[in-house]
T-cell receptor
């Protein structure tokens, strides 16, 4: 297991097109998070899965965004009808809990989306 | 609401000088605080957690609940410490979600 993997690393798309990103978390982690990071900002929470259940979505996640985590393993984040404002780094992270202790997140390298 | 403030966007020190990266938070419950670091062209990685009270790469951070602060300190900065540092707060968000809220980050540059 090489940590959290994200694919692709970079994506350039035309405005109005749909894009899908994939995240493979650390296999024993049951929690998976998507974050978005724009220039000069820290990562901002988008959504959270525990196993296959999507338990929380940020108000940042408009109706054009959808995320899934079938079978509680990898996750996909789809953006429909992309807009220039969607250009950002999309980060995936996974975490585990052990006896109620929070060990923090392990992040992937991110997918950099550029909408032209 | 959870909020993390890092007042300095940029911090520049000379090698061997002490460094302190400031972090203040706002949270009504009992938070867990973290420092994450991102070196050039690398992924965001955990540096330390307040609950573990450990020193990593010479860095320490103490949670001060009275001042709602979690400043990161190192007595003698090294050039390899140059990176972007993010303070993050984990607070209860409902259900089982302890999501992280990040500050905007401080870019530390250690000059030779």
């Amino acid at each position: 297991d090489t940590g959290v993997s994200q694919d692709p690393r970079h994506k350039i798309t035309k405005r109005g097109q749909n894009v899908t990103f994939r995240c493979d978390p650390i296999s024993e982690h049951n929690r998976l998070y998507w974050y978005r990071q724009t220039l000069g900002q820290g990562p901002e929470f988008l959504t959270y899965f525990q196993n296959e259940a999507q338990l929380e979505k940020s108000r940042l996640l408009s109706d054009r965004f959808s995320a899934e985590r079938p079978k509680g393993s990898f996750s996909t984040l789809e953006i429909q009808r992309t807009e220039q404002g969607d250009s950002a780094m999309y980060l995936c992270a996974s975490s585990s809990w052990d006896s109620g202790e929070n060990y923090g997140y392990t992040f992937g390298s991110g997918t950099r989306l550029t909408v032209v | 609401a959870q909020r993390v403030t890092q007042p300095e966007k940029l911090l520049s020190v000379f090698k061997g000088a002490p460094v302190e990266l400031k972090c203040n938070y706002s949270y009504s419950g009992s938070p867990e605080l973290f420092w994450y670091v991102q070196y050039s062209r690398q992924r965001l990685q955990l540096l330390l957690r307040h609950i573990s009270r450990e020193s990593i790469k010479g860095f320490t951070a103490d949670l001060n609940k009275g001042e709602t602060s979690f400043h990161l300190k190192k007595p003698f900065a090294q050039e390899e410490d140059s990176a972007m540092y993010y303070c993050a707060l984990s607070g209860y968000s409902g259900g089982s979600n302890y999501k992280l809220t990040f500050g905007k980050g401080t870019l530390l540059t250690v000059n030779p």
